[in-house]
Each structure stands twice: as structure tokens, then as C-alpha cells.
């Protein structure tokens, strides 16, 4: 596979199983790295220390994500008994407490961390305080003030308390959540205190980790056809969105990012969100308005 000193072309998706103590973006120079790619993203971080589903973009892949669905399954366990800085266990502790939640009581408070809620990010999050990031001010040593933020929080379950000082949980969330958050607060109101010990993502929106490649096999397939056999197509990030195909005479337009009248399913809703396509790959992408489609994204796939 020929290769320029800025990478070649590559289009899709690479769904990697991220290990322990890597940080996302050295997946993702890793991976683009390795599949010798120009263009390279991914569809939302994990912590350093989190395992698990790291969606990652390659070229025209790019302009996917912010179409990805946001909804995003953890399984992660909790430590009782102490607070932290950042609130698993890279942090130092600064509270402990001596009280261990039996089971009916966990389960007797998940009810209220369900639905609708309102979140505290973590000290050491990527939000955005005064045009810097929470985490490198925290990790100067100053202590925030962080907004509550909203969540929908689907799916909160105790999955397992193997003994009194740990619990397994599993969370299946919107976009924006923190599961370091769910583990401070449900600590706080089981008055235990907690913060996590282990987390690992087990899907996001269309993306699974039965189609990841693990961290060994990147390496060992690294710049061989092998692993661009593992890319997922473009428009696997589009999946749950209306796919109306595109006659040949629009897709010029559609190209030129003009809006186009297009024979649309029947009760498409106005104002929806659907994509384009042409022989099965994607052309455009965007909103529907009074029976046309108004891209904000289109595909050149060669």
C-alpha cells in the first residue's frame, strides 16, 4: 500500500478495544499510524485508565460524528468508603468513611439516578471553564465550581457487590455523561462516599465491541491489508437515520451542497435528520425542510 509523507486516503471506521493506561489520543495516533491514514477523529473519549469501545474516524468518516448517536453502555465498578480528587482512583483521596451500603440499599437508590438528571462533571472532565479545560485547571490545583449539567440516564442497574467495599454496575446513558459523576453521587447519597475502580465502555450508538480489534492485534496488523479488512464503511455512523437513495441527475447538487427535492419515505418528519446515498454509499447528509433534503455534509468518496 503506497503511502505519501502525509498518509493516503482512508475512509471508515476502526472500532478499537482500548486498553488500560493509553490515553485516546494516543489510540488514535496509533491507529492512524498504523492504517497510514491523512485524516483521523473518533466519537468521544474514554479516561486514561477506562478500557473498552474507542470509536475512531478516518477521512471522509469525519464529518459522521457529529450524526453518531450519543448513547453510550458502561459496565464499571464502585469502591465504597472514599472520596477522591477525581473521583476514581487516580486521585488522592480527601474523605473516607466507614459506613458499607448493603445490597437492598443500592438498589433502593438507583431510582433516583435514573431518567432525567442533573450532573456534576467531575473536576477532572473536559468541560470547558472560562475557555479552558476543567482538567488542566484542577490539575493545577484550583478547585471549581462546575455547573449541573442534564442526563438521560436510561439504564442503571447493580449488576453484582461481590463484598461489602465494591459494586458492579452497568449504565447505559445519553451524550455529556460521566460515570466517575454516578459513582461520587450515589456514594454520597448511600453516605459511604465512592469513586471508581474500574470502567469499561461496552457499546456506543451503532458501534459494538464485537467489531473492535484489540490492542496487540493493531499492533501486529499494523500497515497490512489485514487491517484495513477490519474498517467499517462510512455510513455505519448513520445507522437509525432515514436513508433516502438519490437519483443520478441530484447528486451533483447535492455535491455542491445545494438543496434537492428527493422522493423521501412516507411520514419523514420535518426536520429530521437523513442521509443520501448513491449506490449504497453516502452523498449527503442533513436536514429535511419542505420535502428537500438541505445537506451540511457531503461525502467525496472517490
Not at 28 to 48: C, F, I, Q
Not at 197 to 205: E, F, I, M, P
Not at 210 to 231: F, G
Request: glycine share 10%; charged share 20%.
Amino acid at each position: 500500500m503506497a503511502r505519501g509523507k502525509r498518509g493516503r486516503p482512508v475512509h471508515g471506521w476502526l472500532i478499537v478495544d482500548k486498553p488500560a493506561g493509553v490515553t485516546s489520543a494516543a489510540v488514535v495516533a496509533k491507529a492512524k499510524w498504523a492504517l497510514g491514514a491523512d485524516k483521523a477523529g473518533h466519537a468521544g473519549t474514554l479516561d486514561p485508565a477506562a478500557t473498552g469501545l474507542l470509536a475512531l474516524a478516518f477521512g471522509e468518516a469525519t464529518k459522521t460524528v457529529p450524526f453518531v448517536d450519543g448513547r453510550k453502555a458502561y459496565r464499571f465498578t464502585v469502591r465504597w468508603g472514599a472520596a477522591t480528587t477525581t473521583d476514581d482512583a487516580e486521585g488522592a483521596v480527601v474523605a473516607t468513611a466507614d459506613a458499607r451500603p448493603d445490597r437492598a440499599a443500592i438498589e433502593a437508590a438507583l431510582p433516583d439516578f435514573r431518567g432525567e438528571i442533573m450532573q456534576v462533571p467531575p473536576q477532572v472532565s473536559a468541560v470547558k471553564v472560562a475557555g479552558e479545560r476543567a482538567y488542566d485547571r484542577a490539575r493545577a490545583g484550583e478547585t471549581l465550581e462546575l455547573a449541573a449539567r442534564p442526563l438521560t440516564v436510561e439504564r442503571l442497574a447493580l449488576v453484582e457487590a461481590p463484598d461489602p467495599d465494591t459494586a458492579v454496575f452497568e449504565m447505559v446513558c445519553g451524550k455529556g455523561g460521566y460515570v466517575r459523576s454516578i459513582a461520587r453521587d450515589l456514594g454520597a447519597r448511600l453516605g459511604c462516599l465512592g469513586h471508581v475502580v474500574g470502567l469499561r465502555r461496552l457499546w456506543s450508538g451503532p458501534f459494538d465491541l464485537a467489531d473492535a480489534v484489540d490492542w496487540a492485534t493493531l499492533e501486529a496488523e499494523a500497515r497490512t491489508p489485514a487491517l484495513d479488512a477490519r474498517l467499517l464503511p462510512v455510513q455505519a455512523a448513520l445507522a437509525g437515520l432515514p436513508e433516502i437513495a438519490c437519483p443520478e441527475h441530484a447528486a451533483g447538487r447535492l455535491l455542491n451542497g445545494s438543496a434537492m427535492a428527493l422522493p423521501a419515505p412516507a411520514g419523514l418528519a420535518e426536520g429530521a435528520t437523513v442521509w443520501a446515498s448513491r449506490g449504497g454509499r453516502p452523498l449527503a447528509v442533513g436536514a429535511w425542510r419542505a420535502g428537500a433534503l438541505h445537506p451540511s455534509r457531503v461525502f467525496v468518496l472517490g
